[in-house]
């Protein structure tokens, strides 16, 4: 059984077995698919998979299968063959990993396996998935997380046909987003005085000091990496909150002139804000192009929530603004902020995308990512905006996993189990189609206060993230005859790529109830 549900799966006699005499029949942007399987299935089996005119395992993209969408595959696993079929590349890519799942959990090893028949069954598949965006949020300027650990959390996503890696690169605890433009951005803004002030996942306090930051060509190269399994990365630059570390590098940027900040330690929202002066603009606007030199998303992220107003209503500056612009009151500054950059990143053709806390308005070219509550989400499509859901009571996974007395650390305040994730609904069915259509899809949380290593990511992000994977791809897929028993059926692959994961639900086991909702999730 595949993760996730696949929209339709047909057992049919027999079995294809890779050896030594299979081959790959691919040409053109087929050559792509056909080589990342042959990477994917090389470390366990050993299998040369060369390519041949003649191969059994055919790739075949055909543009008159527009029925499948950009994602879509179909697949056919006879006895003697294997026939893979899409309208786009990424159907390729998607269908990889499927042949991955239906063959024995060692073929997934990254060490070398002996004495296992590399068999699988004959099937019949069709599959296309319901949203567009699949993905999963990775915070990193709270805790810088190296290179090879995104790489490996690609291949992850990827596995489960998860499409998005949204990168959250810059927050009040860290920056690290390179800048050439502003090298004190990751030289002083990229380092704080100790790891956080609260309990690590250890349970002890961690007061070491914490600091990284990537280089331009780390990056584009993670970025070509997560291109070639199907999967894109989203860069995310947070204004005009969320900016301590960019103060602590210029202060100038802040409203307090001559005032110096460190890079913050401590949990929750930050009062310090950018300036709202025309060289805080134009040092948005700077740093926005050496990121989209970096990131061909077609969407960036401006982060854009969580904004206290305290430090605009002391500000001359930020009064002068405000009467300029003939608004009501500092407040109204905050959409102001977001429109300008907003309006530059449409100028050069790409998507903006903020955080949305409430179901006020937000500048209408904004696609909004609504965290506190699924009713804003609606509010949002209502007005027109693009939606990626992201509601914390089931995306958010820095939350335990159950209240037992032995789970790790996380978040006070709810709890976020499997089945909460799997019972989200990106867009649910009372809501309108007209606002429905808005909904792009739906994502995972991983924020990295309680994640110090990369295992402590992958146990607050696995199986919860199966769970998502299915949702956003079928949401047909039912949680007790679908879900569940594929699962315990992906547990052993799980295992084979060594994944720290949670424990699986027991059986009979009722699942956690929800708490109350938390001041501030994030």
Same mark, same amino acid.
């Given at each position: 059984?595949?993760?996730?549900h696949?929209?339709?799966?047909?057992?049919?006699?027999?079995?294809?077995?890779?050896?030594?005499? /299979?081959?790959?029949?691919? =040409?053109?942007?087929?050559?792509?698919? %056909?080589?990342?399987?042959? /990477?994917?299935?090389?470390?366990? /089996?050993?299998?040369?998979?060369?390519?041949?005119?003649?191969?059994?395992?055919?790739?075949?993209?055909?543009?008159?299968?527009?029925?499948?969408?950009?994602?879509?595959?179909?697949?056919?696993?006879?006895?003697?063959?294997?026939?893979?079929?899409?309208?786009?590349?990424?159907?390729?890519?998607?269908?990889v990993?499927?042949?991955?799942?239906?063959?024995?959990?060692?073929?997934?090893?990254?060490?070398?396996?002996?004495?296992?028949?590399?068999?699988?069954?004959c099937?019949?598949?069709?599959?296309?998935?319901?949203?567009?965006?699949?993905?999963?949020? !990775?915070?990193?300027?709270?805790?810088?997380?190296?290179?090879?650990?995104?790489?490996?959390?690609?291949?992850?996503?990827?596995?489960?046909?998860?499409?998005?890696?949204?990168?959250?690169?810059?927050?009040?605890?860290?920056?690290?987003?390179?800048?050439?433009?502003?090298?004190?951005?990751?030289?002083?803004?990229?380092?704080?005085?100790?790891?956080?002030?609260?309990?690590?996942?250890?349970?002890?306090?961690?007061?070491?000091?914490?600091?990284?930051?990537?280089?331009?060509?780390?990056?584009?190269?993670?970025?070509?990496?997560?291109?070639?399994?199907?999967?894109?990365?989203?860069?995310?630059?947070?204004?005009?909150?969320? %900016?301590?570390?960019?103060?602590?590098?210029?202060?100038?940027?802040?409203?307090?002139?001559?005032?110096?900040?460190?890079?913050?330690?401590?949990?929750?929202?930050?009062?310090?804000?950018?300036?709202?002066?025309?060289?805080?603009?134009?040092?948005?606007?700077t740093?926005?192009?050496?990121?989209?030199?970096?990131?061909p998303?077609?969407?960036?992220?401006?982060?854009?929530?969580?904004?206290?107003?305290?430090?605009?209503?002391?500000?001359?500056?930020?009064?002068?603004?405000?009467a300029? !612009?003939?608004?009501?009151?500092?407040?109204?500054?905050?959409?102001?902020?977001?429109?300008?950059?907003?309006?530059?990143?449409?100028?050069?053709?790409?998507r903006?995308?903020?955080?949305?806390?409430?179901?006020?308005?937000?500048?209408?070219?904004? /696609?909004?990512?609504p965290?506190?509550?699924?009713?804003?989400?609606?509010?949002?499509?209502?007005?027109?905006?693009?939606?990626?859901? =992201?509601?914390?009571?089931?995306?958010?996974?820095?939350y335990?996993?159950?209240?037992?007395?032995?789970?790790?650390?996380?978040?006070?305040g709810?709890?976020?189990?499997?089945?909460?994730?799997?019972?989200?609904?990106?867009?649910?069915a009372?809501?309108?189609?007209?606002?429905a259509?808005?909904?792009?899809?739906?994502?995972?949380?991983?924020?990295?206060?309680?994640?110090?290593?990369?295992?402590?990511?992958?146990?607050?992000?696995?199986?919860?993230?199966?769970?998502?994977?299915?949702?956003?791809?079928?949401?047909?897929?039912?949680?007790?005859?679908?879900?569940?028993?594929?699962?315990?059926?992906?547990?052993?692959?799980?295992?084979?790529?060594?994944v720290?994961?949670?424990?699986?639900?027991?059986?009979?086991?009722?699942?956690?109830?929800?708490?109350?909702?938390? =001041?501030t999730?994030?």
């Amino acid at each position: 059984m595949i993760i996730p549900h696949p929209t339709h799966i047909a057992r049919i006699p027999g079995h294809f077995t890779f050896d030594a005499s /299979t081959t790959v029949r691919a =040409t053109g942007e087929a050559l792509g698919p %056909a080589r990342l399987l042959r /990477t994917l299935l090389a470390p366990a /089996t050993g299998l040369r998979l060369r390519n041949s005119p003649t191969g059994n395992v055919v790739f075949v993209l055909d543009p008159l299968l527009g029925g499948l969408g950009a994602e879509g595959y179909g697949l056919t696993v006879g006895p003697d063959a294997v026939l893979l079929r899409a309208a786009k590349p990424a159907g390729l890519l998607n269908g990889v990993q499927t042949i991955r799942q239906l063959l024995p959990a060692q073929a997934l090893s990254a060490r070398p396996v002996t004495d296992v028949p590399w068999r699988m069954p004959c099937v019949q598949v069709t599959d296309v998935p319901r949203f567009g965006w699949r993905g999963a949020m !990775l915070d990193v300027a709270r805790r810088f997380q190296p290179v090879p650990v995104l790489r490996r959390f690609v291949d992850l996503l990827a596995f489960h046909k998860l499409n998005v890696l949204h990168l959250h690169l810059t927050d009040d605890q860290g920056w690290r987003m390179p800048v050439s433009a502003y090298p004190a951005l990751t030289e002083v803004g990229g380092a704080r005085a100790r790891s956080m002030t609260g309990r690590a996942g250890s349970g002890r306090f961690d007061d070491r000091p914490h600091q990284g930051a990537y280089t331009a060509a780390e990056l584009r190269a993670l970025v070509a990496y997560a291109a070639e399994r199907g999967v894109t990365v989203l860069p995310e630059i947070e204004m005009p909150g969320h %900016a301590r570390a960019a103060l602590a590098a210029y202060p100038h940027l802040g409203n307090v002139p001559g005032r110096e900040l460190d890079v913050w330690t401590e949990w929750g929202v930050c009062e310090n804000v950018l300036g709202v002066h025309d060289e805080v603009l134009d040092f948005c606007r700077t740093v926005l192009g050496e990121v989209l030199d970096v990131f061909p998303s077609p969407y960036v992220h401006i982060g854009g929530d969580e904004c206290p107003v305290t430090e605009w209503e002391a500000s001359a500056e930020a009064r002068r603004r405000t009467a300029e !612009l003939g608004l009501a009151a500092p407040k109204a500054l905050h959409g102001w902020f977001l429109g300008r950059i907003a309006d530059f990143l449409l100028e050069q053709g790409r998507r903006p995308v903020c955080w949305a806390e409430d179901s006020g308005a937000l500048p209408p070219e904004l /696609t909004v990512m609504p965290w506190r509550d699924t009713a804003h989400g609606l509010a949002a499509a209502r007005r027109g905006h693009d939606v990626v859901m =992201t509601p914390y009571r089931s995306t958010y996974l820095d939350y335990p996993q159950s209240d037992a007395a032995d789970e790790p650390l996380g978040q006070a305040g709810a709890v976020v189990d499997l089945r909460a994730v799997h019972r989200g609904e990106p867009a649910p069915a009372d809501w309108e189609p007209a606002a429905a259509a808005h909904v792009l899809g739906t994502q995972a949380q991983l924020w990295s206060e309680f994640a110090v290593r990369a295992a402590d990511l992958e146990y607050l992000a696995f199986p919860r993230l199966c769970a998502l994977a299915d949702r956003s791809w079928n949401p047909a897929s039912d949680w007790a005859t679908d879900f569940l028993p594929a699962l315990r059926l992906h547990e052993p692959r799980l295992a084979a790529l060594d994944v720290h994961s949670h424990p699986l639900p027991v059986p009979g086991v009722r699942a956690s109830a929800p708490r109350p909702a938390p =001041t501030t999730p994030r």
